[in-house]
């Protein structure tokens, strides 16, 4: 039954699996992580990037091309949440922790009942040449599509970290985190910062987005799932770091790719979630916490 | 004071008094199938605004209590045939546990950690059900109703009735707790933990008491679905989309007193029902979402508080006049 091969095809496919949870959580890395929005709409955002790759793809798109389209949109969108969000509940103070919260949370339900009610519920995918083939290596088969997520994942994560950390508007975007007033007290507009910040969270959110809909089929109730992924990993990271961001997904992936071949697919959810409650009862700051 | 108190206590007596009477009336039976489920919202409304309305916390896994409650009560039907009443009080009992246990979180967790770990517990309970053969798994199960009681002709309009107890009862603890010094010790707590801890407020003790009473309350009212529907499943049962209505029932209603999520949770659960039979269900999502973010952004008050700022427009002009 068990046997070390298994195992080590468990930690492969967790390995790629992880590197693409990365992704999935980096922009809310930043927008929870760096920019203390409690933005637990961004899974939902995800599924919007998904369903946009979709209706592009149909006309003939590669999924990757169609997701790095997007991108100006969401950013774009991100910007009007972002805009929104300061105006309605930052500006006010006190109270806003929990009117901020109710708000996204209900951001998030009207974009699954929008996708329910344009694409109904069934799942939906995307074709391309690299989706459905895998490469082998002696007995192991990795799929292509898993490839490109880890390639992508990567890529995502280095530019990140480095515009985060050698560009101007990035060092800003550091410094609004680290210390607003002081920012202020340079002369510098923090909401403007923030504003641009939340852009680019979302931006990366299209191109993830795509990225969700190459490695499997989606529906609009995904979201749900990847609140637990999404959240595990910025929150075991440790909040707004980039490098912890890959290491947490890492770590997730692999142990839910251990559960899955061990104790069977039903249990999967779980893993994400139990390892959440795990950091918050243990170490609340996570390993990278700043 | 005390004849707002009167006036309450004659209130609430007068509601269960009107729920058994139309229960045993001609009624059609669509509106105890659509009463129940308005009814079980006020339940689950004020449950939840007891931690987040007065508190601040935001629970957002109700689901997870309202799914212990419903489960609590499949096992005890299954493998004692337990009256309705038992499934009730294990159903509260076990959840009250487990909002216990939540609010040892609440230790170390606020905001949006606090949150998202309610979540977490949601989901886990969840798969724990999926993977328990004994309750039927995903698949759920199928539970034969016993023969309904005199003098209710069907066991819908029973569980109406006991739903309606249920609603005064929820409503009446909450009402007790806000007008008490528990209230005030939870207002504290929402307004600044530091500052309520400092000035001696037990703040621990009354966390944990108002996760344990809340909890407790949701599980009464899963506690009644599997009767109700005379099937489980863990989907529907641990589903968020119980989390969002009870979350937003309150903030639509008003969180600061206890006819906010009444108010809430008629109206919306009301329309809801309206728009499931004339539209679809998924609609009625997505106003609960919109009304949601309606009155968060434009009327944060809610319901209550608008009609409150009327009254105090209307007020000055009434006694110049």
Known sequence: MFSFELLLDAVVLGVLVGCFYAAMSIGLSVAFGLLDVPHIAHPAFLVLGAYGTHLLSRQGWDPLIAGIVLMPVFFLIGIGVYRFYYEAFERRGSEAGVRGLAFFFGVAFIIEVALILAFGVDQRMVEATYIGKSLAIGDMRVPFRML??????????????????????????????????????????????????????????????????????????????????????????????????????????????????????????????????????????????? | ???????????????????????????????????????????????????????????????????????TAVVLFKALSAPLWAQILAGAGVSGLLGFGIGLLTLRLRGIFFSIATVAVAIILETLVINWRYVGGATGIQLLRPPVMWPFETYTRMLFVVVALLAVLAVSIARYIETSWLGRGLRAIRDSEEAAECTGVPTLKLKLFACTVSGAMMGTAGALLPMYQSFVEPASSFSLNYSVAALAMPMIGGTSHWLGPVVGAILLGTIQQVVTVTISSELNVLVVGVLLVLFVVAAPEGIVGLARKLARVRAPTAGAA
Not at chain 1, 159 to 180: M, W
Not at chain 1, 268 to 275: E, T
Not at chain 2, 26 to 33: K, L, M, Q, T
Not at chain 2, 41 to 61: R, S
Request: with cysteine.
């Open chain 2, 1 to 71: 004071m005390t004849r707002s108190a009167t006036g309450f206590w004659i209130g609430a007596v007068a509601v269960v008094v009107l729920a058994a009477l139309v229960a045993v009336s001609g009624a059609n039976e669509y509106f105890f199938f659509a009463g129940f489920v308005v009814l079980q919202f006020v339940v689950l409304a004020t449950a939840w605004n007891i931690l987040g309305g007065y508190a601040g916390y935001v629970n957002f896994g109700t689901g997870a209590f309202f799914g212990v409650g419903a489960y």
């Open chain 1, 148 to 290: 490109v997520a880890f390639g992508m994942a990567l890529a995502l994560t280095a530019g990140l970290t480095l515009y985060l950390s050698k560009s101007f508007t990035g060092r800003a975007i550091k410094a609004v985190a680290q210390d607003e007033p002081a920012l202020r007290l340079m002369g510098a507009n923090p909401v403007r910062i923030k504003q641009w910040a939340f852009g680019i969270a979302t931006a990366v959110t299209a191109i993830a987005g795509a990225l969700l809909i190459i490695v499997g089929p989606v529906e609009p109730g995904l979201d749900r799932v990847y609140i637990g992924r999404t959240f595990c990993v910025v929150v075991l990271a440790g909040l707004g770091s980039m490098t912890g961001t890959l290491v947490a997904g890492l770590i997730l992936g692999i142990s839910e790719s251990i559960v899955l071949t061990l104790a069977g697919a039903s249990w999967a959810p779980a893993v994400s979630f139990g390892l959440l409650l795990l950091v918050l009862g243990i170490r609340p700051q996570g390993l990278f916490g700043r």
